[in-house]
């Protein structure tokens, strides 16, 4: 199958490199598509500079920071486009280890139209995760399971692999989400259209370079989606986006 991770970046100069290298200890036919929204420190120089020995390697370079959604819009707007057959979405900090993706694409194979890397299965965990974040994830995703009636354990996960079909039928472009609810937005409309999700096990190890883009802002936005969500279910049914 042919397959491209779409990876999001903002500030990654520490760890752009090390996940690139992570990523090609995996495969080397696995492609890459870095979109980088005009990072100060140089991410995007790094992505430039390193897609020059391996063509594999791209950058979609984006002069506003407005949102992880809009980076991941942007990014599966490109590869849909362009034949992939699957499109892998993670982090750049190597919080999400890339020696995952080949259980993932197997999953696929075998079926399934979307895998999540998940904290939340048996198997799966966190490490050097300090309490209150460990809280506020669990507390996060039990509201939303709960709320918008959606069985997936880990409902905000990052760590994900698309069938390319079902991924531009559900229409991302249309999502209004900027944070990591945009995550959310997507595996509700996922879940709402019935395609096969599976979760397989994963440890989300706390970055150790770079700084986190977690914010109180992006916390509320993702709540104040998902009960708006809810009540939309609520009023007009679970087949309105």
């Known amino acids: 199958m042919r397959s491209i991770v779409v990876l999001p970046t903002y500030n990654e100069a520490e760890s752009i490199r090390p996940y690139v290298r992570a990523l090609r200890a995996v ?7 870095v979109v980088d929204d ?28 407005d949102g992880l959604g809009a980076a991941y819009r942007a990014g599966f707007r490109q590869v ?15 919080s999400h280890d890339p020696a995952v993706i080949p259980t993932m ?22 490490a ?3 309490v209150h974040r460990r809280l506020l994830s669990r507390w996060g995703n039990a509201y939303t399971r709960a709320v918008l009636g959606i069985g997936v354990r880990d409902c905000t996960a990052g ?16 999502t209004r989400a900027e944070g ?3 995550l959310t937005e997507l595996i509700r409309r996922l879940d709402h259209e019935g395609y096969r999700i ?30 708006r969500w809810a009540i939309v279910n609520r009023l007009f049914g679970r087949d309105r986006h």
């Open 38 to 65: 005009n990072s100060p420190d140089g991410t995007g120089d790094i992505v430039r500079e390193l897609g020059v020995d391996d063509p594999r390697i791209r950058l979609l370079h984006r002069e506003a920071k």
């Open 105 to 126: 694409l197997g999953l696929i194979e075998a079926g399934a139209d979307v895998v999540i890397g998940s904290r939340y299965v048996e198997g799966g965990g966190t």
């Open 27 to 33: 495969s080397d036919d696995i492609e890459l598509l």
């Open 198 to 227: 599976e979760e397989t096990p994963i440890v989300f190890t706390d970055r150790t370079l770079g700084s986190s883009k977690m914010s109180p802002a992006i916390i509320a936005e993702s709540m104040w989606r998902v009960t």
């Open 80 to 94: 849909l486009d362009e034949g992939y057959d699957v499109v892998v979405s993670m982090d750049a900090d190597l």
């Open 128 to 130: 050097n995760w300090p």
């Open 159 to 174: 760590f994900r692999a698309y069938r390319a079909e079902v991924l531009e039928a559900i229409r991302p472009d249309t």
């Open 180 to 182: 990591y609810a945009f």
